[in-house]
């Protein structure tokens, strides 16, 4: 696990020396606030290897601020490689212990210091998301992106946040009785910029409300997170957030490799190739390209073999469910994906799966679908639209009737006794109910997705 914001220089005693030898840690984030407490945070990132800090000063402190003392940060930064952000800086105008004005000027000092060192920024805002917003826009935070630290935003908040480079951080809020609002951001955050804090000795998770919070109970956020994700196990939160620090930390990332085979809640998923007949407008490659799936890297510099797929996997019926899925098309390699399948059903696989777009009909012929029965149970098919219009916008076919040929799957999977489930992201423009409407019209299940919510 990482915890990507705490202030360990504030624990008790006995819950620093506690955090600072539980193994469970990968990394710990200590944040300074102000001139003191960033100190306190680079002495004790330097006293201990797997911990790290970011230094700034709190918008609490801004009217107290200099440039001497943007100087002196600064200073800190470049002499010091465990300073691996700027922050917490930002906005505060729920107590205005500082002038608003005088916090405005502090926190584009913080942005455009950030900028000229490469680090990202740790964010705290409060009542000011729109002042907070417009600021990272004129200073061109996205050039380095950051953290929105402790988010207690609505979901338009959380998507502009993203939109501008930033992860979106989670603490024991989430836990709380009445967060039901922000459960719900939660839900549809994209997995790729989640990560989780616990701002202790603040914020204590609901289960030990009351008490100074630590790093431990950081626990308790990946417990609620698991719980609000589908198909997310404890262990996937604490794979994926760990990941997605590393990467915003620049912590030595190491999953920016080839994966064939991957493991998310007790499914195990096979990344047969990055080739696809489409360009979903949603879909990461037509996008940024960050192919990060819960903390796995999901992309391949080749197409792996059959005997290197079947390799990997040691005992099959150890899954849940093993699923052919990643960012290309798996039927587009048809003779591959016929014989992993059959091999493992014959090694004793409990269910197969093929999450496919349902356009297998546009290059082979519809008698080969039949010769995949017995090793494929179900097809997952992303159709994504209600009509072929809609369709032709998000998903941009290279054939004319691509709409028409995925129906068609559909059906002919259906009469051969496949199991169906057809699947729609809730992309702008996207007619969800229609789409579900069509879904059950056709005799198939049916699955909501999220936007960005992928694995």
């Given amino acids: 696990m990482i915890?990507?914001?705490?202030?360990?220089?504030?624990?008790?005693?006995?819950?620093?020396?506690?955090?600072?030898?539980?193994?469970?840690?990968?990394?710990?984030?200590?944040?300074?606030?102000?001139?003191?407490?960033?100190?306190?945070?680079?002495?004790?990132?330097?006293?201990?290897?797997?911990?790290?800090?970011?230094?700034?000063?709190?918008?609490?402190?801004?009217?107290?601020?200099?440039?001497?003392d943007m100087q002196w940060l600064k200073e800190q930064a470049l002499k010091h490689y465990k300073v691996k952000a700027i922050g917490e800086t930002g906005l505060d105008y729920y107590k205005n212990y500082s002038d608003?004005?005088?916090?405005?000027?502090?926190?584009?000092?913080?942005?455009?210091?950030?900028?000229?060192?490469?680090?990202?920024?740790?964010?705290?805002?409060?009542?000011?998301?729109?002042?907070?917003?417009?600021?990272?826009?004129?200073?061109?935070?996205?050039?380095?992106?950051?953290?929105?630290?402790?988010?207690?935003?609505?979901?338009?908040?959380?998507?502009?946040?993203?939109?501008?480079?930033?992860?979106?951080?989670?603490?024991?809020?989430?836990?709380?009785?009445?967060?039901?609002?922000?459960?719900?951001?939660?839900?549809?955050?994209?997995?790729?910029?989640?990560?989780?804090?616990?701002?202790?000795?603040?914020?204590a998770p609901q289960q030990v409300r009351g008490k100074p919070n630590k790093p431990a109970n950081l626990k308790f956020i990946a417990r609620v997170m698991a719980e609000?994700?589908?198909?997310?196990?404890?262990?996937?939160?604490?794979?994926?957030?760990?990941e997605n620090a590393k990467l915003i930390f620049n912590l030595g990332n190491n999953k920016r490799k080839d994966t064939i085979t991957y493991v998310i809640n007790n499914k195990l998923y096979i990344n047969l190739t990055n080739k696809c007949n489409l360009h979903c407008v949603f879909c990461q490659r037509e996008r940024e390209r960050n192919f990060m799936v819960k903390g796995y890297w999901v992309w391949v510099s080749r197409d792996p073999s059959p005997e290197e797929v079947l390799k990997e996997i040691k005992n099959p019926g150890d899954y849940e469910e093993i699923v052919f899925c990643g960012y290309g098309e798996p039927t587009l390699r048809y003779d591959a994906l016929k014989y992993i399948a059959s091999e493992l059903k014959r090694?004793?696989?409990?269910?197969?799966?093929?999450?496919?777009?349902?356009?297998?009909?546009?290059?082979?012929?519809?008698?080969?679908?039949?010769?995949?029965?017995?090793?494929?149970?179900?097809?997952?098919?992303?159709?994504?639209?209600?009509?072929?219009?809609?369709?032709?916008?998000?998903?941009?076919?290279?054939?004319?009737?691509a709409f028409y040929r995925a129906i068609e799957f559909i059906k002919?999977?259906?009469?051969?006794?496949?199991?169906?489930?057809?699947?729609?992201?809730?992309?702008?423009?996207?007619?969800?109910?229609?789409?579900?409407?069509?879904a059950r019209e056709l005799g198939a299940k049916w699955r909501y997705r999220y936007y960005e919510v992928v694995g």
């Fill in 3 to 68: 915890d990507t914001h705490c202030h360990l220089d504030l624990l008790k005693r006995e819950d620093f020396e506690e955090t600072v030898k539980d193994p469970s840690f990968e990394y710990l984030i200590t944040v300074g606030y102000d001139k003191k407490t960033s100190i306190n945070a680079i002495n004790i990132a330097e006293k201990y290897p797997h911990i790290y800090c970011g230094i700034g000063f709190h918008p609490h402190e801004a009217d107290k601020v200099t440039q001497d």
């Fill in 412 to 438: 002919e999977a259906l009469k051969e006794g496949f199991e169906v489930t057809v699947t729609a992201v809730d992309f702008p423009g996207v007619d969800m109910k229609r789409t579900e409407k069509l």
């Fill in 228 to 242: 609000l994700l589908s198909n997310t196990s404890v262990e996937d939160i604490e794979r994926m957030t760990s």
């Fill in 100 to 203: 608003p004005e005088k916090q405005k000027e502090v926190f584009r000092w913080h942005i455009n210091l950030a900028r000229e060192l490469g680090l990202p920024l740790i964010i705290h805002t409060r009542n000011a998301w729109e002042d907070t917003f417009r600021i990272l826009r004129e200073e061109k935070a996205y050039e380095v992106g950051g953290i929105m630290h402790c988010f207690s935003g609505d979901i338009e908040a959380m998507k502009k946040a993203v939109d501008l480079g930033f992860y979106i951080s989670y603490s024991g809020i989430i836990t709380y009785k009445n967060a039901g609002n922000l459960r719900n951001v939660v839900k549809k955050t994209p997995t790729r910029r989640l990560l989780m804090e616990t701002d202790s000795p603040f914020l």
């Fill in 347 to 401: 090694r004793g696989a409990k269910k197969i799966r093929v999450d496919t777009n349902g356009l297998m009909f546009t290059f082979l012929p519809k008698e080969k679908l039949k010769e995949l029965k017995g090793s494929v149970d179900e097809f997952s098919v992303s159709l994504n639209a209600p009509d072929r219009e809609t369709y032709e916008k998000v998903c941009m076919p290279a054939q004319p009737d």
